[in-house]
């Protein structure tokens, strides 16, 4: 029977718009599930970028940009977690001494560079030419200044630290893995000559930080006890359970910087130490000022003491007593530094933090986490930033990137 047009024409326009539901529909299910990759290959990205120096509230803004596929050497990579380390801060107001290049790589209306040293990635592709890594690989920076406070990067592999064997560990724990313990690590075993018989000792401020935690960590792990000083808190209670986490974690003595100051400490850092015998050989300084200096006076004669950060952004003073008398060397770690001039060194510091805490002799830092997804809003992550400034703080603030 022949089909009349007005019927005919109504079962086109009835099938042309199924098709039009269904291929929306579809859209819609591969946009929820990946937002990542286009249908000609482009890679989908946001950054937190800045134009200029100030306040991270004042200067971060979110960048969107397309990324090519992989070509020759280069890889792309997904960030999973990048922390926020006071050091970005520093960068991002202007007054650290590294100032990473702005420039409009990403297509940005104005020079601009990407915030963000610390974090791992895992690679989504590859180009042809290269022969180190492969798609679902975790890697690191090798060194500072790329930028990863982004949801992705194209990155030639010669940057990249490719973490060999991820079994066992969480994005967190290789994400944070470059800065704080490493600083910590290097510190400790590079400042004195050891024997690793259980004698010895350091001496830290800053004992809550990353770095200090690290240090405890690492110091229990080689076989040396440990002063730790922390501020005080005017909740004794909040006090006592923070002192409490440290020896947990593997302190051998917990005090506050008040009690490092007290006129009772000498007396009891001297029974600690059998009379001397047992020998404070570095002091590990984040604060400076009067706690600092008040510390140096511990470390026994021929000690290092060594500064890492000035908290107090108070100056060092110490009595000449301590450089002619007990002949103290006092010097300077800069992580970026040595990351930037020792990569093959990182690589080896970098595994061995990880063998311990894939071995569970080295414990997870306290974090607070912001979840950045695709539609995240840019407020919120200023936000995460700026509260890096906040004084006493549950947690290092860090980025945990959601699948984009």
Not at 28 to 33: F, G, L, N, P, V
Not at 189 to 214: H, T
């Amino acid at each position: 029977m022949a089909t009349s047009p007005l019927k005919a024409a109504s079962r086109s326009l009835l099938a042309q718009s199924w098709r039009l539901l269904c291929r929306n529909k579809l859209r819609s299910s591969a946009c929820d599930r990946s937002r990542a990759i286009s249908s000609y290959g482009y890679t989908q990205a946001k950054a937190l970028v800045y134009s200029k120096y100030g306040e991270p509230k004042d200067v971060l803004s979110i960048h969107g940009h397309s990324i090519s596929p992989a070509a020759g050497s280069s890889v792309v990579v997904r960030m999973l977690v990048a922390p926020i380390n006071p050091a970005d801060v520093n960068q991002i107001q202007g007054v650290y001494p590294a100032k990473p290049e702005m420039n409009t790589a990403l297509g940005t209306s104005e020079a601009a560079a990407v915030a963000g040293n610390e974090g791992v990635g895992e690679v989504i592709s590859t180009g042809s030419g290269v022969k180190s890594l492969s798609k679902g690989d975790w890697v690191i920076m090798k060194s500072t200044g790329q930028g990863t406070w982004r949801t992705h990067m194209a990155v030639d592999e010669s940057q990249l630290l490719k973490i060999d064997n991820k079994e066992g560990l969480t994005p967190l724990q290789v994400g944070t893995v470059s800065v704080n313990p490493c600083t910590a690590y290097r510190m400790l075993l590079d400042s004195a000559k050891w024997n690793f018989m259980g004698d010895e000792w350091f001496i830290q401020n800053g004992a809550n930080s990353g770095v200090g935690r690290a240090a405890i960590q690492l110091g229990k792990e080689w076989g040396f006890k440990s002063i730790n000083v922390i501020r005080g808190r005017e909740n004794k209670e909040e006090e006592q359970k923070l002192k409490q986490d440290l020896l947990d974690i593997g302190a051998t003595k917990v005090i506050t910087e008040e009690e490092l100051m007290s006129r009772e400490i000498k007396d009891q850092i001297k029974e600690w130490t059998h009379g001397g015998r047992e020998q404070i050989k570095v002091g590990l300084n984040c604060v400076g000022g009067k706690p600092a200096t008040a510390l140096a006076k511990f470390l026994s004669p021929g000690a290092t003491m060594v500064t890492y950060g000035a908290m107090s952004k108070q100056p060092l003073a110490h009595p000449a007593s301590l450089l002619i008398f007990k002949d103290i060397s006092f010097t300077g770690f800069w992580v970026s530094k040595w990351s930037d001039r020792n990569p093959e060194q990182k690589k080896q510091t970098v595994d061995d933090v990880l063998r311990l805490t894939r071995a569970r002799k080295f414990k997870d830092i306290p974090v607070q986490e912001c979840k950045w997804g695709w539609e995240t809003e840019v407020d919120t992550l200023k936000a995460a930033v700026q509260g890096t400034l906040g004084g006493f703080r549950p947690g290092k603030g860090v980025f945990v990137f959601e699948e984009t």
